[in-house]
């Protein structure tokens, strides 16, 4: 059974909005989350992350502004709202889980999802 499950992915106009949640284990509201992307023929890169307590949070520069990272310990799911969507911002998105307190390279998030697709179109 998956553990990390993102949804809301899909085709948008730039400049429009899409909202990614990720449906995680109970036992991952404790650790730190995030979110990533790749592109088709790209590494795949950090957009964002937040503490388990969620009022700490972080974005890559090029989504700072734009996108909003949340989570909801209640229903142990974690959000991305985008917003002002850009053609460069095509990729895969994917959610992860880290058991550090400040992740700072990719080989600290042990969990992921399947990743969610969101395409933009100009």
């Known amino acids: 059974q998956a553990q990390l499950v993102e949804s809301g992915g899909g085709l948008v106009q730039a400049g429009g909005s899409l909202r990614l949640s990720c449906a995680a284990a109970?036992?991952?509201?404790?650790?730190?989350m995030g979110w990533f992307r790749q592109a088709p023929g790209k590494e795949r890169e950090f957009v964002s992350v937040?503490?388990?307590?969620?009022?700490?949070?972080y974005y890559a520069d090029s989504v700072k502004g734009r996108f909003t990272i949340s989570r909801d310990n209640a229903k142990t799911t974690l959000y991305l709202q985008m917003d002002m969507l850009k053609p460069e911002d095509t990729a895969v998105y994917y959610c992860?889980?880290?058991?550090?307190?400040?992740?700072?390279?990719?080989?600290?998030?042990?969990?992921w999802g399947q990743g969610a697709q969101v395409t933009v179109s100009s």
């Open positions: 109970t036992r991952f509201s404790s650790y730190t």
């Open positions: 992860a889980a880290s058991p550090t307190w400040r992740p700072t390279k990719m080989t600290e998030y042990h969990y």
């Open positions: 937040i503490n388990w307590i969620g009022d700490m949070t």
